[in-house]
């Protein structure tokens, strides 16, 4: 709801109009209702998008706000993404340490995202993921009820409900970012018109680039809710730069690389996706279902 009241926001500044002449809908997706098993084992994030989907393709809303994240890759034609806002603060924030090496030894870090627990056991083996699922204050609240000794939150959804000086901000340049994280997009019917020119008023193009790109790498490397990817886009003078990793689930293996691209040209992306399944080993590859795969 945090993120449909600025999207509402926006675009009210942007067209000029009260905030009462744009209705927020609430919809409650299959993800928030269930909350005792990770995503990619009860249907991936089609779990966050599906009511969505209905509700557009019913005429019911003329648009819906995603978390960019958690929108699956592949999208129905009958849809499209009309506007990202401008990108939060792409980093993790982890709660309970002021650092991964301080972390004490063997102690539960609660996840069920297959990237962070990945590239936690890359560098701490010695630690135990346990799963932890559900908004902030779920996941704070298990936190303080014992239930893991630390765990993770992105920054920008602590900012988004003021939260800002809540645990230990992780330099993403470190610590690489799940693709599209602290990215809102906002999407409509493909035929609908007026809806996608209302909505192009307050597309912000630079993250609208970064996410595209970020999505187009997932593509290549035919991520899935099962696969640790991690991923961090910057500017870099008259292009991008884009650094990506990919794991092993046990976080054993560790495969990194780098493009360079202008913003209308994504080939480079989809060569870096080539190069990381070419450089990681047979039982890496299988969870991922690219064309290496």
């Avoid at 299959?30 to 995503?39: F, M």
């Avoid at 994030?45 to 969505?52: G, M, N, V, Y």
């Avoid at 129905?76 to 972390?103: F, N, Y």
């Avoid at 959804?157 to 809102?184: C, F, K, N, S, Y």
Wanted: overall charge negative; glycine content about 10%.
């Amino acid at each position: 709801m945090a993120q449909a009241e600025e999207t509402r926001a926006r675009l009210c500044a942007a067209l000029g109009c009260e905030e009462g002449e744009v209705e927020l809908v609430p919809v409650i997706a299959s993800g928030d209702r269930i909350q005792d098993r990770p995503l990619a084992d009860i249907g991936g994030k089609a779990l966050w998008t599906r009511e969505l989907d209905a509700w557009l393709a019913e005429g019911r809303i003329d648009a819906a706000v995603h978390s960019m994240k958690d929108v699956e890759t592949l999208r129905p034609e009958t849809l499209t993404i009309a506007a990202i806002l401008p990108r939060a603060d792409k980093a993790d924030v982890l709660i309970g340490a002021t650092s991964i090496s301080s972390i004490p030894p063997g102690a539960r870090v609660g996840t069920s995202a297959p990237r962070r627990a990945a590239q936690l056991l890359h560098a701490r083996p010695d630690l135990e993921i346990v799963g932890i699922r559900g908004n902030v204050a779920t996941r704070l609240a298990k936190l303080q009820a014992g239930e893991a000794d630390a765990t993770f939150l992105a920054a920008a959804g602590l900012d988004r409900l003021g939260e800002e000086g809540v645990g230990t901000r992780l330099d993403p340049g470190d610590w690489l970012p799940a693709p599209a994280q602290a990215a809102i997009g906002i999407e409509c019917r493909a035929d609908d018109r007026r809806t996608r020119d209302l909505l192009a008023e307050i597309d912000h193009a630079p993250s609208h680039v970064e996410v595209l790109a970020e999505r187009h790498l997932l593509a290549g490397l035919g991520g899935s809710c099962h696969s640790p990817i991690a991923v961090l886009t910057t500017p870099h003078g008259a292009e991008l730069r884009m650094d990506a990793a990919i794991y092993s689930p046990d976080g054993a293996n560790r495969i990194a690389g780098s493009a360079r691209f202008a913003a209308d040209r994504l080939g480079p992306v989809a060569d870096l996706a080539r190069q990381l399944l070419d450089d990681a080993p047979d039982h890496v590859r299988v969870h991922f279902g690219g064309s290496h795969a």
